[in-house]
């Protein structure tokens, strides 16, 4: 790999490790404090019609965050490796997924402070997409 390759690239490499960063802490916490998390997520939907759904919700997006945090790690060792920002592309397509499933949650449970609060990661999610699309042919 040349060197303009590797700083022409720089954006999507550190936006990648942000990435990586955030949904690996995020799943991870949510592995290791399972009962807390479940626990504070029980209260948050009790009025809602999901209540009921709570934990396999929790696994569901607890499965997307380490997915998304693990491939975009990937996709930095990766790019190393070939030059490619496939995998960080699509780190990207699946955290905006696994933002906008916390979002609908948010707002589903009327707490719009904490759906606020993820409007940030979400563009993040997009600029990565932006920063690391495939080339149109």
């Known amino acids: 790999m040349q ?4 700083t022409n690239n ?3 490499l550190f936006a990648a ?8 802490q995020s799943g991870l916490d949510k592995v290791f404090d399972w009962s807390g998390n479940l626990e ?14 709570v934990p396999m919700m929790l696994g569901t ?3 997307l965050e380490l997915a998304t945090g693990f491939l ?5 060792i990766y790019f190393l490796a070939t030059g490619s920002l496939t995998l960080i592309f699509y780190s ?4 905006a997924a696994s933002i906008t499933a916390l979002f609908f949650g948010q707002r589903l449970a009327k707490d719009y402070a904490g759906a606020a ?13 932006l920063l690391a699309r495939p080339p149109l042919t």
């Open 72 to 76: 975009a790690a990937a996709g930095v």
């Open 10 to 12: 720089l954006p999507a």
């Open 92 to 95: 990207g397509v699946l955290g």
């Open 40 to 53: 504070w997520l029980t209260g948050h939907f009790s009025k809602t019609f999901i209540a009921g759904m």
């Open 17 to 24: 490790a942000f990435t990586a960063t955030l949904f690996i």
């Open 3 to 6: 060197l303009d390759q590797l």
């Open 61 to 63: 997006i607890t499965i």
């Open 117 to 129: 609060v993820l409007v940030p990661y979400f563009v993040l999610m997009l600029i990565v997409m």
